[in-house]
Structure formats: C-alpha cells, structure tokens
C-alpha cells in the first residue's frame, strides 16, 4: 500500500458505514467507493476490510448494510462551500460544493444531489 492508500481505505470505511440505505447492489456500493478511490483492488480490499469489520455482508451482487444507528448528519457532518469545484460523483462543474466530514478525513466535493445518493438518501 502507498502512503495515502490507508487513509483512503478508512475514510471509505466510514462512508460504508453511514449509508442510509439496508440494501445496495455491488454495483451501487462501488459507486460510492469510488467518490474516495477508482483502484480496482483498493476497492476489493474495502469491500474485503468492510466486510471483516461487520460494516457489511455480501451475497452475490447484493450488498446488506449492517450498521449500527449511524447516520451522517447533515446539519455538523455536511459542510458547503462556494467556490469552482468539479463533483466526485459524476464530474460536474458546481458552484457550491457538499464535503462530508467523518473523523478519518473529509470526503467531497458533491453536488446537492449527488451528496444525498452517495449517502444512501436517494
């Protein structure tokens, strides 16, 4: 692992973690790690770690959240800021960028409604 690579598997862990969702697909589930990395086998190793630690379970392409009450919110963990930002969702140029704090680091910029998709309340 590089230096950085550990901090990223954390703060992907924490964003697992809080997912309001019970029940996502594979494929939804690494379109959130992705906000934090785009490594292939970084994100096995998150899945993997996520798993061992219980945050969840998965069957086949399903993925069961097995969290335990804890969800971001939104009026201290979500903090905006004006400025030029591109989304880490989807790329798009935003004026007001969306950061979720979590105690490993801060994960953002998203847009309004990509912030609200990435934690599971879309």
């Known amino acids: 692992m590089t230096e950085r690579e550990p901090e990223r598997v954390e ?6 973690a809080h997912i309001e969702a019970d029940e996502l ?23 993997d770690t996520a798993e061992m630690r219980g945050i969840i379970e998965r069957d086949g392409a399903r993925v069961y959240h097995r969290r335990g009450g804890t969800f971001v919110r939104f009026e201290s ?14 790329g798009a140029s935003i004026s007001t960028g969306h950061f979720v704090k979590f105690e490993s680091g801060e994960l953002g910029p998203f847009g309004s409604s990509c912030i609200r998709k990435v934690l599971g309340r879309e």
């Open 77 to 90: 963990q979500v903090v905006q800021r004006e400025g030029e930002f591109d989304c880490r969702r989807c």
């Open 25 to 47: 697909s594979l494929a939804e589930v690494v379109d959130r790690i992705e906000t934090v990395t785009t490594d292939p086998s970084l994100t096995r190793d998150i899945l």
């Open 11 to 16: 703060l992907a862990l924490e964003l697992l």
